[in-house]
């Protein structure tokens, strides 16, 4: 059952879910927020560095998704956004994770069924599919999401490739 960190970058909070999956099926492993507050840019990408580094080696994610920087109206908050992507992106590879990217849109049509959904919309998605009893904070839910997409990703590719099903954790081919 492959584990699957999912992350939502951020320059004063940054999301992560772990989730691990066999075919269809979610088993929440954890969520939570890297709050960075008012510390100066480099101590906020120092600190988000060494608490996904912290997370990955705990945990041994085969694989990490993380969300794309969209544009937006301010240039400096996407600036500091892909500089946290950044620093999310070099925790994963330099313990050798793969790492995967989904716009928020795609995260959204895969979770919810619509890529207009709004956070309230993501977080009670996220807490049905992986059986929560109650509905994580956005960050963290947007983490999930971006799991539990990549999840379905994988999947779709692996049955576009000619696998029938998954049965007891296997591709049938």
Known sequence: MPIILGIDPGSRTTGYGLVKTQGAKFEYLGSGCI????????????????????????????EVAIEQVFLGKNVDS??????ARGAAIVAASQQNKPVY???ARTVKQAVVGTGG???LQVQH????????PASPQADAADA???????AQSQANQLFSAGASR???GRLQW
């Open 35 to 62: 709050k960075v507050g008012d510390l100066n840019l480099a101590e906020k990408l120092g600190r988000i560095y060494a608490s996904l580094h912290e997370l990955i080696e705990r945990y041994q994610p085969e």
């Open 78 to 83: 996407a600036l500091k956004l892909g500089q």
């Open 101 to 103: 990217e989904y716009s």
């Open 117 to 119: 959904a709004d956070k």
């Open 125 to 132: 998605m996220v807490k049905t599919l992986l059986k929560l």
């Open 144 to 150: 999930l999401a971006i799991a539990l997409c990549h």
């Open 166 to 168: 998954v049965k007891r």
